[in-house]
Structures are given as structure tokens and as C-alpha cells.
């Protein structure tokens, strides 16, 4: 698919919203940021924020050539003519200089560009619903095209700066920036002669591409217990009744929408903190036979949620006295994973410490026993380990042969199944504590107040987020999950 001869303007009119995103994120601005489209101009003080110029379009010569036989030789058309063009923008910033706000401005969007190089289908969507019906824009289908619309910055020399101020007849030279998008494809209104209906259909196999994840709209997602989250797939070779499979899990998702080679769906519950793996299936009927096909996997980041964070300077674990550590986490983490917790002291300068001995036990058991409350084998293992239950010890089920509760007097343990014959148990502690806890030895920590982080599989995206004020003297600064340490 591709778009109509309204993709150039609503290409830019995306494109300025990301700017404008990017520009709110500065804080302590004189005015509030805009961002504008016009031949640049003379400063007058009163601009704050981006002029927003296309100055130059050029033909894509790569795809250009696949617009080739678009007619017989009657002229009729074969198919609709394409036009591939690379929009090319001049972005000025405006701002008090006294202040640097044109350098602020400056850093954010070449911040924001470059993590996020791409214009996605969800942003144009997104932009469209925001005009209302009336709009001419809202008529754009520039959703639709296939090829990706990539963000990539111009580096010019200095004589070829120079060369480009001076075609703005008599204005200074401002802080400027340039960047490329492509490819937009757009195609003329024409009809195309339809063929011949269809008499008789005979089954017979046919080769078909291999489904293909290409990219995600995003590679890492903050996990959420109390909000869905949809997860775009630029796909090739896979549509509507594609299903993904979440490989570490065995879930099969169906996709919610298909719009061109972008398949949506929405993330179960059940995935796996730190890196998972999607894989695309499709079933092909090949005349009585039906073949399923599988793409690659393709990995997908989720961060955890640390939840609650509490320090107990004295617990008894094992008749031994120590301080605990307990993090709260969602999705709870298998015991094949590593968790490390990070500590870091909220002065600029302050210490920072790495837990990670986590108090926890792989044991060997019978699931449908332990299920149906018999802890006479959870009760020999725990005993040979130095840990005696008593003879008032109980085992409740939480979720049904997935996780069990162990009460033993005022002392609490949860189990987690592993698979068909282990489990996780967690350390008790000496209140109800939540089914997602994990607790870690915190022996050395100075007294202090610190911001918690984990981190699954020490992965560079496998760390949960850190929380901003988002108001007052401090606003923008981290604040939470915080934890004072006594």
C-alpha cells in the first residue's frame, strides 16, 4: 500500500510532533515551546522553539525503478504509478541565547531523534484522531505504505552550511539542524482495469514467503499489571490469521488489527521478565494439507516493575540473624534468571551497592501432591537443608498448581512452580509477605536513603524505571522506588 498526494503534509505534521515532544521534555523554558512551519526568518525574541522548514525533496533512485511496466502496450494500467520521495528539513531554533535555550532545545531533539529514528504507523493514526473528522488530512492513508519512514540526520560541511544561510537573503545565522525522512511513496487516483472474474478454483500448492518478524515498534516495554500494552510487528510473509508465539512462555497470541505488513496484538500476562522471543506461524492449506510455518524469533525486552521496596535491619533466617532486603516484582523472575538489585545513594556523589544474593531454593517435588496440601516431601527436603517445620505447618494454594503459600507458626514462605517437577521457594519473613517477593542478604549497607533499581539477566534494557517528580523545586529529578536504610 501507499500513500495519496496528501502524505507530504501530514509526513511533516508528524514529523513536527515528535519535535514537539521532544522540546516539552526541557524544563524551565521562558515560554512554552512551539513548532513552526515557515521559511526561516529573522529572530524576533519572541519564538520559542523549532522552525520546521522542507527545504528539498528529492526522487528515491533505489525504489524508483520499481515503478517500472506500469502500463500495456494498449496504455492501460498494469498497476497504480508510485511516486518514492526523500523529504529533506531545515530545523532552526529559536529561544533566549542569554539562557542557551536554542541549545537545550537543540540537545532534546537529537536525543529524541535518535532513539526514536522512525515515523510509525501508530504515530500517524494517532495524529490523524487527534484533527477530527472534518480534517482534509484525516483522508491521508499514508499509514498504509509498507516501506518505513526513516528519521536520519544530514551532515553538512561547514562551507555547506554557510552555502545554505546565505540563500535566506540577510538573516543571521541560527542554531540549525538537518534531517532526512524516507522513503514516502505516494501514488496518482487512476483506475486500474480490474481483471476477469474468477469461473473455477482448482487446489493446488503454491510457495509462499516465510512469515518474518522485520522490526517491533518498540524493543523494550515497561511492565504494567494494571494496563494492557499494544505491540506493533512490521512483518513480512504473515497476515490477519498469522498467530506469535511467545517462546519462553509457549503462549500463542492472535493479532487485534493488520494493517498492511503491520500485524498488533496485545501483550498476555503471562511473559517473562528480562528477554523474550516472538515467532510469527502461519497455516497454509495446500490443497487437504495443512502446514504451519514458523519465522525466526525475534527478541523482545520487558523491563520489570519493582513494586515495593522494604529493608529490615533484623530477620532470622536459618538461626542466623541478618538484615533482608525485600523487593517486590512483577513479573516474578524464574530461578534460571539472575536479579540484581542496585542501590544508589540520592546525593550526586553518593554510594552505590549490588545485591545479589538472593534468598531462594530449587526443590525437586511432586507438583500434584503439593497441590493437594501434602508437604510430607517439602518437610524431609526443607529438613535435611537445617530448615525443621513444625507439626501446625499448612501449605494454601494461591494460583491453581502455580504458586503455594507455606505458613509455619508466624514464619511465611512462597512457592513458585518452575516446571513439571520443581519449584522456587522463597525465604519466609515474619509477616504476610506479597506472592512477588524476593528477599536479599543486605549485610555492609551504610545508613542512607537510596533509590532501587533490579535488573534481569543483566541485561542493558532488563532494569526496572525509576520514577520523576513531576512538579516542584525538584521536578525532573528520580525519587522512587526509594528505601531507607537504617
Not at 502446514?291 to 529490615?312: A, G
Request: hydrophobic share 40%; proline share 5%; net charge negative.
Amino acid at each position: 500500500m501507499m500513500s495519496n498526494y496528501l502524505a507530504i503534509a501530514v509526513t511533516t505534521a508528524v514529523f513536527s510532533q515528535k519535535i514537539l515532544n521532544a522540546l516539552n521534555k526541557v524544563p524551565f523554558l521562558s515560554a512554552a515551546p512551539q513548532v513552526i512551519h515557515r521559511r526561516p526568518e529573522k529572530d524576533d525574541g519572541q519564538m520559542i522553539g523549532v522552525n520546521l522548514y522542507l527545504y528539498d525533496i528529492e526522487f528515491n533512485h533505489t525504489l524508483r525503478n520499481n515503478d517500472l511496466a506500469t502500463r500495456r502496450a494498449d496504455g492501460s494500467l498494469i498497476k497504480q504509478p508510485q511516486v518514492p520521495l526523500n523529504l529533506k528539513y531545515h530545523l532552526s531554533f529559536y529561544g533566549q541565547d542569554l539562557t542557551l535555550e536554542p541549545q537545550k532545545m537543540m540537545g532534546a531533539t537529537i536525543v529524541e531523534l535518535h532513539a526514536q529514528p522512525f515515523i510509525t504507523p501508530d504515530e500517524i493514526m494517532q495524529y490523524q484522531l487527534s484533527l477530527g473528522a472534518d480534517s482534509i488530512l484525516m483522508s491521508s492513508n499514508l499509514h498504509t505504505q509498507q516501506a518505513r519512514i526513516k528519521i536520519e540526520p544530514i551532515m553538512l560541511s561547514l562551507e555547506d552550511v554557510t552555502k545554505m544561510w546565505a540563500s535566506f537573503f540577510q538573516l543571521p545565522h541560527q542554531h540549525s539542524l538537518n534531517y532526512e525522512v524516507s522513503v514516502i511513496l505516494m501514488e496518482s487516483d487512476f483506475a486500474v482495469e480490474k481483471p476477469l472474474p474468477v469461473h473455477h478454483v482448482s487446489d493446488f500448492a503454491v510457495a509462499k514467503l516465510i512469515p518474518v518478524i522485520e522490526s517491533l515498534s518498540v524493543d523494550y516495554w515497561h511492565y504494567d499489571p494494571n494496563a494492557a500494552f499494544t505491540l506493533s510487528l512490521h512483518t513480512q510473509g504473515a497476515d490477519f490469521s498469522s498467530q506469535v508465539q511467545f517462546e519462553e512462555s509457549e503462549v500463542m497470541v492472535s493479532p487485534v488489527s493488520s494493517v498492511g505488513n503491520v500485524l498488533r496484538i496485545v501483550l498476555p500476562d503471562q511473559v517473562k521478565a528480562g528477554l523474550n522471543h516472538l515467532r510469527l506461524s502461519r497455516t497454509d492449506n495446500l490443497g487437504k494439507i495443512s502446514k504451519t510455518i514458523y519465522s525466526d524469533p525475534y527478541p523482545f525486552v520487558v523491563q520489570p516493575d519493582l513494586n515495593r521496596v522494604e529493608y529490615r535491619a533484623s530477620t532470622e533466617v536459618f538461626n542466623e540473624v541478618l538484615p533482608l532486603l525485600i523487593v517486590d516484582i512483577l513479573p516474578f523472575p524464574d530461578h534460571e534468571q539472575s536479579v540484581v538489585v542496585w542501590l544508589n545513594n540520592e546525593n550526586l556523589n553518593g554510594q552505590s551497592y549490588q545485591l545479589e544474593e538472593a534468598l531462594t531454593l530449587v526443590l525437586t517435588l511432586n507438583i500434584e501432591a503439593l497441590s493437594q496440601g501434602n508437604i510430607t516431601e517439602l518437610s524431609q527436603q526443607l529438613s535435611s537443608l537445617g530448615l525443621v517445620l513444625s507439626a501446625s505447618a499448612r501449605i494454601s494454594q494461591i494460583t491453581l498448581n502455580q504458586q503455594w503459600l507455606l505458613q509455619d507458626g508466624d514464619q511465611y514462605y512462597t512457592l513458585h512452580k518452575q516446571n513439571s517437577h520443581q519449584v522456587l521457594l522463597c525465604y519466609g519473613f515474619d509477616q504476610l509477605p506479597s506472592m512477588h517477593a524476593l528477599a536479599f542478604k543486605a549485610t555492609g549497607l551504610n545508613s542512607g536513603h537510596y533509590l532501587a533499581r533490579v535488573q534481569i539477566d543483566k541485561l542493558k534494557y532488563g532494569q526496572s524505571a525509576l520514577e520523576r517528580e513531576q512538579s516542584g523545586v525538584n521536578q525532573g529529578r528520580y525519587s522512587a522506588p526509594s528505601v531507607v536504610v537504617e
